[in-house]
């Protein structure tokens, strides 16, 4: 890059869709804002601009459309990538979808001396749901810098751990719920797993969400992304698993047929992420069935119909892992339950009543009761799959 000893803005005019909405960048971004970002970043306010076409290319811009709503500032000998907001706010995370394009831009980017900025542009909608703040600290873990941050929204933090991101989740989050796009759990001690679905505005959460989590990772940490989907779209785009290839800390693992049939036929406890990811979309966060417990190093995915009783059936491959694998052949347990299920020294009807076995010694009865805070499985889970799942448990 050459030495700019007056600072220039150079920035693409033409956005994805501005030839179908008829709103181009040079149109959003004012004079005004310039100055005021040029002030914010640098102290100055006499600066030059260069709005390009889509042909124009250098070190820093591709001859395309402008990706990730992207100004590029360069003053001295440094760069600075400044992300612009959405200006509507309307969807779930509209208002930051740009943001993983501007990141992967930013990162990818061979030259040393660069800078990441974010700016909030006026926007319809809100911007300062607890959502929209949890992304906006991830953001900041990333590696963004705010440049005016608007007081609804107020102070952005970056986290200070992976546990943290998880904390927050937690506090924010309806854990029965299976809303969440992505999920970031702990499994062991420096052992964390990510669900992120791949589709439709779902990949921005998941690519944010590994950004700061390998911000975060120690040397000793162990992360693997489980990249799922039931649409076509298999993988994140490419410029984020490249990403992710860079950083070099996340494992990213497509969850594969094939991988799945090889393990069910050589396991009879099935550990399957697929399984997993299923029971995170239909229970949501780890939390265990019978007791409620949310440490998700002691929860774990039960069948209801076991692995090993599926395996002895005479279904095809295929439709024993359809059954293996199956959302409502599972329920979150934890450890304790788990093993009180499958050892049936813990009984469930089909109408999710809770039973002891019958040759339990009073002490020990009284000590099941006392861990099992639930009198019934939730309503919820009660639907004719279920029934059918512990119909085949007990009778089959
Ligand atoms: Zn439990």
């Known amino acids: 890059m050459q030495y700019r000893n007056k600072p220039i803005f150079i920035i693409k005019k033409n956005m994805q869709k501005s030839v179908l909405t008829g709103v181009y960048f040079d149109s959003l971004i004012t004079n005004e804002i310039l100055t005021d970002c040029c002030f914010k970043i640098l102290g100055l306010t006499d600066f030059d601009k260069q709005f390009v076409d889509n042909n124009y290319s250098d070190e820093f811009l591709d001859a395309t459309y402008n990706h990730g709503r992207l100004a590029i500032l360069q003053y ?64 900041k873990t990333a590696g963004f810098e705010f440049i005016n941050i608007p007081y609804t929204i107020g102070c952005i933090n970056s986290f200070n751990s992976i546990d943290d991101i998880i904390r927050a989740r937690k506090e924010n989050g309806d854990k029965n719920s299976g809303n969440n796009a992505t999920y970031l759990i702990k499994t062991d001690s420096h052992k964390y797993e990510i669900f992120g679905k791949t589709y439709g505005a779902n990949k921005y959460d998941t690519s944010l969400i590994c950004y700061a989590v390998s911000k975060l990772a120690g040397k000793e940490d162990c992360i693997t992304l489980y990249e799922y989907n039931e649409k076509d779209l298999k993988e994140l785009p490419e410029a984020s698993l490249n990403v992710l290839q860079k950083m070099g800390n996340i494992s990213i693992i497509n969850i594969d047929d094939e991988i799945e049939k090889q393990e069910l036929e050589e396991n009879d406890s099935l550990r399957s992420p697929r399984f997993n990811a299923r029971l995170l979309d239909r229970l949501g966060e780890k939390h265990c069935v019978l007791c409620d417990c949310g440490m998700s190093e002691l929860v774990q995915a039960a069948h209801i119909w076991p692995v090993a009783d599926i395996k002895k059936t005479s279904f095809s491959l295929e439709n024993k892992l359809d059954f293996a694998t199956d959302g409502e052949n599972g329920l979150w347990m934890c450890q304790n339950h788990h093993k009180m299920f499958d050892s049936n020294l813990l009984f469930l009807s089909e109408n999710g009543e809770i039973s002891y076995c019958s040759d339990l010694s009073e002490t020990d009865e009284n000590y099941a009761k006392s861990i099992t805070t639930k009198m019934m499985l939730d309503t919820k889970l009660i639907t004719p799959k279920f029934r059918e799942y512990i119909h085949k448990r007990y009778n089959a």
């Open 76 to 139: 001295h000998d440094i760069v600075y990538y400044i992300s612009f907001s959405d200006e509507r706010c309307e969807g779930r995370n509209s208002g930051i979808q740009s943001v993983p394009t501007a990141f992967n831009r930013y990162y990818l980017n061979q030259y040393k001396e660069k800078r990441l900025y974010f700016y909030f542009l006026p926007c319809s909608g809100n911007n300062a749901t607890s959502y929209y703040q949890f992304m906006y600290r991830l953001m």
